[in-house]
């Protein structure tokens, strides 16, 4: 008596089971040549960052940052250049190097809602031959150049600049 009420729920799972192995499976085709939908939204148009940038940091000097189209550039502060790795928003990272003094870094700027100044942080990532350096970053002002700078300003700055970083 107790055998027919256990074979009526393996009745009923075997014909639910039977059920889903007969339904054809769906397969959605999906394209890898492409960035996800989420990162191809996000990312920032570059060109944004082409031009000519005054960079101030916390004791005023000035440097002038001159950046090509994909936001890779130079200035003359030893013989620096900047390199982006991401633009996504208003969000600008990457890395900055010095070759005079064997240094480099990272550095992240959070932009105006018209990209035409931000705010930012830098970092070591390695000073000669030490790639854990415990020497702090420091934050800075960005601002585009709408003129260049005259060759009184541009002098006047390096001298600035020479004196804040005499330590380095």
């Known amino acids: 008596m107790h055998l027919r ?10 014909a639910l089971l039977s059920a889903a192995c007969a339904k054809p499976a769906v397969h959605q085709a999906v394209s ?25 940091d916390v004791t005023g000097a000035a440097v002038l940052l001159t950046l090509d189209e994909q936001g890779n550039g130079h200035y003359d502060w030893k013989d620096g250049r900047f390199e982006t790795h991401t633009l996504i928003d208003h969000t600008w990272t990457g890395m900055w190097f010095q070759e005079e003094n064997d240094q480099d ?23 000669g031959t ?32 020479g004196k804040a970083n005499e330590s380095d």
């Open 5 to 14: 009420y256990i074979n009526i729920p393996i009745l009923l799972v075997s």
């Open 32 to 56: 890898m040549d492409s960035s996800p939908p989420s990162m191809a939204s996000q990312a920032g148009d570059r060109h944004v960052l082409a031009g000519e940038w005054e960079y101030i």
């Open 105 to 127: 870094g990272g550095f992240t700027v959070e932009f105006s809602p018209d990209f035409s100044e931000g705010e930012g942080q830098w970092w070591h990532s390695r000073i």
């Open 130 to 161: 030490d790639y854990a350096p415990t020497q702090k970053g420091g934050t800075f002002h960005l601002s585009k150049k709408t003129a260049t700078m005259s060759h009184n300003d541009t002098h006047r700055h390096r001298h600035q600049i």
